[in-house]
């Protein structure tokens, strides 16, 4: 394994701490991320625009949930998940249907086996902040869609502390919140706010994007946007 994978998973491990526990943590949380809304927008921008045969690609994919609902939706869809944390890729492998593939590559510098302008869609759900950039994906993915292809960038952006307590259960000024709990909840808000929604904008527009959509979500926490390939 060369250097860079091998930090990478260092860096994810640590991130989520718990493998087994961040695959549950993700299934059980999945509905929430890709709920009515992203449907809607999934059928109204992207899936409108598809092809017979479209191909799909998942970024970060996780435990893979991503795959299993769309090649429900798009049987006839080549459905493709990146992902390349051990426990991750596990969990992704069971049970894989038909037509969903997965290719292990750390996305700090993919070099993913798919043709130039082959893609049509793109989704990156909550990993671009779990990367130290997200460039390098960003040209690979415009490398691989196709002109006028889509891609669905949804994560957590920079918000001020108080914004992001808001949704908080822990008191974090109680002096009995117990130590641990009040160093998770600073740690994550630190991973939590790596890009601002500005920023994940001005990387997609100078990697070769046109901005569709941008919009704050839960808060401000958190953004979506639509980019298309120019
Ligand atoms: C918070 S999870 C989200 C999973 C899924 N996209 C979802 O929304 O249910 C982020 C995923 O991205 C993966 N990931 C993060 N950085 C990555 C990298 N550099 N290369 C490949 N996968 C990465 C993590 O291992 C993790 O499975």
Not at 27 to 51: C, P
Not at 111 to 134: C, R, Y
Not at 149 to 161: C, E, I, K, Q, S
Request: charged share 25%.
């Amino acid at each position: 394994m060369n250097d860079k994978l091998q930090q990478t998973k260092a860096m994810l491990a640590k991130h989520h701490k718990d493998g087994e526990a961040f695959v549950q943590l993700m299934k059980e949380t999945y509905t929430g991320r890709f709920n009515e809304d992203f449907w809607a927008l999934w059928n109204a921008q992207i899936a409108s625009k598809f092809g017979d045969s479209p191909v799909i690609v998942d970024l970060g994919t996780g435990p893979g949930e991503f795959l299993r609902d769309v090649i429900q939706r798009h049987p006839a869809a080549r459905v493709i998940g990146v992902e390349c944390a051990e426990y991750m890729l596990q969990a992704a492998n069971d049970e894989l249907p038909e037509g969903c593939e997965i290719i292990a590559a750390d996305l700090h510098d993919p070099h993913l086996p798919l043709d130039d302008n082959s893609v049509d869609a793109v989704v990156a759900s909550v990993v671009l902040h779990e990367m130290h950039q997200p460039v390098r994906t960003m040209q690979e993915m415009q490398r691989c869609l196709k002109p006028g292809g889509l891609f669905y960038v949804m994560d957590w952006v920079r918000a001020p502390l108080q914004q992001y307590l808001a949704d908080a259960e822990l008191d974090v000024f109680d002096r009995n919140t117990p130590l641990d709990e009040l160093e998770d909840l600073f740690i994550h808000f630190i991973e939590h706010n790596r890009f601002s929604i500005d920023d994940l904008e001005f990387m997609l527009q100078n990697t070769g994007f046109k901005v569709l959509e941008k919009t704050p979500l839960k808060n401000g926490q958190m953004a979506r946007l639509l980019v298309e390939k120019r």
